[in-house]
Each structure stands twice: as C-alpha cells, then as structure tokens.
C-alpha cells in the first residue's frame, strides 16, 4: 500500500483517534452478535496501547439517519470490546460535546474512549467540514482502520483527514494488500466466484477480472442475466433487462481472453419464494415460464467443484442461491465447502458470503475474509476510495491545519 500506516509514524503517548468499522449485529437484547468486525480492529487497538497513546474510538452502527435512536448506541459495544481488551473501555454518550472534549483531553496513557454512533450526527454523511473539525479537535493522530467504510466520503472517513495527519490501520492495510494482490500477483489458476444477485454491481469487477482469472464461475440472481443474454428462457426468474447488453459484452470478452466463463447447467426453481415451496431441480434449457431459478442444481455444483478443486487462488463473493432457505442452500454450502477443501490461498470479498460462511461453521478455515463488502468490490473493480485517498502518502504528508 502506496499510503502511510500507523507503524509509518511516530505515535507514542500521543492521542489517537481511530475510525473502526463496529457495525455490528445486536439482538433484541441489545447484546453483540458476531464481534468479527470488533476483533478485526484488535491488531491496531493492541499496537497504540503498546505505544502508550490514548486511544479515541469512532464508529457507525446501523442507519440512525442523522437523529439518536436508542437502540443504536454504542454502549453494547464498549462493553464487548473491553471484555475482549480485559480492560475498561470509557463510553461516551455523545459524539463531540465539551464533556467529550473533556473526556478526551483527561485520558490517560493506555485509557481507551469509544465515542457514541457517529449517525446520530447529520454531518457525518454530508462530510460537514465544522463536524469533522470537532471530531479532529480531540486528537493528535487520525488513523482510519475502518475499510468497510473506507468508500464513502463521510466525515470521519475524509474530513478529519483535512485537519490532522492521517494514516491507515493494520486492518486497512492488510485488507489492500490481499486484495491488491488478487490483481497484481495471483497465483495459478485463479478461479473467481461470483454471485448475489445484481449484475450491476459486479460489471466491473467482473470486466477488470476477466484480465487476470483463468475461469469465472457464476450463481445467484446475477447468473440468470448472462444466461438471458445468451438466449435462454429463464421463466420467473430475477433478470436485470438494463444489464443485457454488459453482459453480452462480459461474454465475449471471457471468449476472447480465453477465460472460462461459466454458467449454471441446472438450476432448483420453485413458483415462489418460501421454506415451504414446491421446488425442482431443472436444466437451464427448461426453466418453466411460471418458475424462477432460486439455487444452483447438482450437476452444476458438481463441475464447479471440480474446477475449484484445481485452482490456487479463489476469490469469492456473493451466494450461489438464497441460501437463508434450506430448500435453495445447497449450492451455496457446496460451493464453500469446495473452496473450504481447496489447497490454495482463498480470500472472500465479505457481505452475504461472510454470513453464509458463518451458518455453515467454514469461516475459520478461509484464507481471508475481508470486513467491507462493498468496498472489497470497489478495490477490485480498480476504482479509488475517499477514505484512503485522503491518507498520507508514504512520500510526502498531506496535513491541513
């Protein structure tokens, strides 16, 4: 990564203020439900409480919309942080007052302060520069090791970074560098896995991975876009008709860069979309006009299997079905257990393939996995995002004061 890091600088004793991504799952309890995201950040917590700083934490939960919804603080939070660190973690109950100011300025070397959810404020979204100054009025040190955020141009992603000298976490980098790394040295066959279900999402990440995979392998919605595009009827199936002619141009590209670009064969349809539908495994050539495609069919799990049996390098992100249902699971769970059982580096580009790696208990045996879904797609499909950008670079220091 071309951008300073917290290991760049000198950050000893100094107050640092950390943009992490705790955007977590809470129960009706208000308990954490899965502290992934929590524990990703560790590295870079433990490392500038190591340094003696005081150390400032910044984080979203949920969609407030600009107003405090009580449901959404951050106080669950602290608490399972500070289980985790085995030390307390100070929870402040606004974002930027002069008591948080206060709090702030009174920590102690190795004292930890969690601000609360920074969407209760309407300047975070809107990148309001005066918010930003007030989150940047707190610390010394801005370090942003939130990369599920990284891709949005809020304020305390970019505008803090106006205000105080701005580096990347450990988490943000180790993100960029696997992700960098799916582009620029992979090893062969590299074998991508794709599927959710918009193809607009993935049109280029999808164009910039037909440059450097040996075989791209398809499922969810998304599929039945392509196989619409190559003519076929897919009955009821979900279709984005916008996205036809990108994805006849994605098809061709695959042919002329020599890539295999695959398709389900079969697929499991039902007239509707519920635990208890009837459902049918059919050929893709037979998909009924009253049906619609909700899984990926054995014949095809079966050749997918085997391809990824070879590969070196995988890349997944996005489910082969809706694998929330049992009847539509079984291409998702067999697809990530064939990429579980693979003996190459495998690296899952978060979101629903996280959470399909979570049902199915096969996400500590994944390569990596990253925190930001849709940022993971941004650094693949080659696009630059705000809340790096806005770092210093390794050669010179960007710092407004």
């Given at each position: 990564?071309?951008?300073?890091?917290?290991k760049?600088?000198?950050?000893?004793?100094?107050?640092?203020l950390v943009?992490?991504?705790f955007?977590?799952?809470?129960?009706?309890?208000?308990?954490?439900?899965?502290?992934?995201?929590?524990?990703?950040a560790?590295?870079?917590?433990?490392?500038?409480l190591?340094?003696?700083?005081k150390?400032?934490?910044?984080?979203?939960?949920g969609?407030p919309?600009g107003k405090?919804?009580?449901k959404?603080?951050?106080t669950p939070?602290?608490e399972?942080l500070?289980?985790?660190l085995e030390?307390p973690v100070?929870k402040?109950?606004?974002?930027?007052t002069?008591?948080?100011?206060?709090?702030?300025s009174?920590?102690k070397?190795?004292?930890?302060?969690?601000?609360?959810?920074?969407?209760?404020?309407?300047?975070?979204?809107k990148?309001?520069?005066?918010?930003?100054k007030n989150?940047?009025?707190?610390a010394?040190?801005?370090?942003?090791d939130a990369f599920g955020?990284?891709h949005?141009?809020h304020a305390?992603?970019?505008?803090?970074?106006?205000?105080?000298?701005?580096?990347?976490?450990?988490?943000l980098?180790?993100?960029?560098?696997n992700l960098?790394?799916?582009?620029e040295?992979?090893k062969k066959p590299f074998i991508?896995?794709?599927?959710?279900n918009?193809?607009?999402?993935?049109?280029k990440?999808?164009?910039r991975l037909?440059?450097?995979?040996d075989g791209?392998?398809?499922?969810g919605g998304?599929c039945?876009t392509?196989l619409?595009?190559k003519?076929l009827?897919?009955?009821n199936s979900?279709?984005?008709?916008e996205e036809?002619?990108?994805?006849?141009?994605?098809?061709?590209?695959?042919?002329?860069?020599?890539?295999?670009?695959?398709?389900?064969?079969d697929?499991?349809v039902a007239?509707?979309?519920?635990e208890?539908?009837?459902?049918?495994?059919?050929?893709?050539?037979?998909i009924p006009?009253d049906?619609?495609?909700?899984?990926i069919g054995?014949?095809t799990?079966?050749e997918?299997?085997?391809?990824l049996a070879?590969a070196?390098t995988?890349?997944?992100n996005?489910?082969?079905?809706?694998?929330?249902?049992?009847p539509f699971e079984?291409g998702?769970r067999?697809?990530a257990?064939?990429?579980?059982?693979s003996k190459?580096?495998?690296?899952?580009?978060g979101g629903?393939?996280?959470a399909?790696l979570k049902?199915f208990g096969l996400?500590?045996?994944?390569?990596?996995i990253?925190?930001g879904?849709?940022?993971?797609?941004?650094?693949?499909?080659g696009?630059v995002l705000p809340?790096i950008?806005a770092?210093?670079?390794k050669?010179?220091?960007?710092?407004?004061?």
């Amino acid at each position: 990564m071309d951008k300073k890091t917290v290991k760049d600088i000198d950050v000893s004793g100094k107050r640092v203020l950390v943009r992490v991504d705790f955007n977590v799952p809470l129960n009706e309890n208000g308990e954490v439900v899965d502290g992934t995201r929590i524990e990703a950040a560790l590295p870079t917590i433990n490392y500038l409480l190591s340094k003696n700083c005081k150390v400032i934490l910044m984080s979203h939960l949920g969609r407030p919309d600009g107003k405090v919804e009580e449901k959404l603080r951050l106080t669950p939070v602290a608490e399972f942080l500070s289980e985790l660190l085995e030390r307390p973690v100070k929870k402040a109950d606004k974002t930027v007052t002069d008591e948080v100011k206060t709090a702030a300025s009174n920590l102690k070397e190795g004292e930890i302060l969690l601000l609360e959810n920074l969407r209760f404020n309407p300047g975070e979204k809107k990148n309001d520069p005066e918010f930003a100054k007030n989150l940047a009025s707190l610390a010394d040190i801005y370090v942003n090791d939130a990369f599920g955020a990284a891709h949005r141009t809020h304020a305390s992603t970019v505008g803090v970074a106006n205000y105080l000298p701005a580096v990347a976490g450990l988490l943000l980098e180790k993100e960029i560098d696997n992700l960098n790394g799916l582009l620029e040295n992979p090893k062969k066959p590299f074998i991508a896995v794709l599927g959710g279900n918009k193809v607009s999402d993935k049109v280029k990440v999808i164009d910039r991975l037909l440059d450097v995979v040996d075989g791209l392998l398809t499922g969810g919605g998304m599929c039945f876009t392509f196989l619409k595009a190559k003519g076929l009827n897919i009955g009821n199936s979900i279709c984005q008709n916008e996205e036809l002619e990108h994805a006849e141009e994605m098809l061709k590209k695959a042919e002329k860069n020599k890539v295999g670009f695959y398709l389900p064969k079969d697929v499991v349809v039902a007239n509707e979309l519920s635990e208890s539908a009837n459902h049918k495994v059919v050929s893709v050539e037979n998909i009924p006009s009253d049906q619609k495609g909700l899984d990926i069919g054995p014949e095809t799990i079966s050749e997918y299997k085997k391809i990824l049996a070879t590969a070196s390098t995988i890349f997944w992100n996005g489910p082969m079905g809706v694998f929330e249902m049992k009847p539509f699971e079984n291409g998702t769970r067999e697809v990530a257990q064939a990429i579980v059982d693979s003996k190459g580096t495998t690296i899952v580009g978060g979101g629903d393939s996280d959470a399909a790696l979570k049902k199915f208990g096969l996400e500590k045996t994944i390569s990596f996995i990253s925190t930001g879904g849709g940022a993971s797609l941004k650094v693949l499909e080659g696009a630059v995002l705000p809340g790096i950008e806005a770092l210093m670079d390794k050669k010179k220091i960007r710092c407004k004061t």
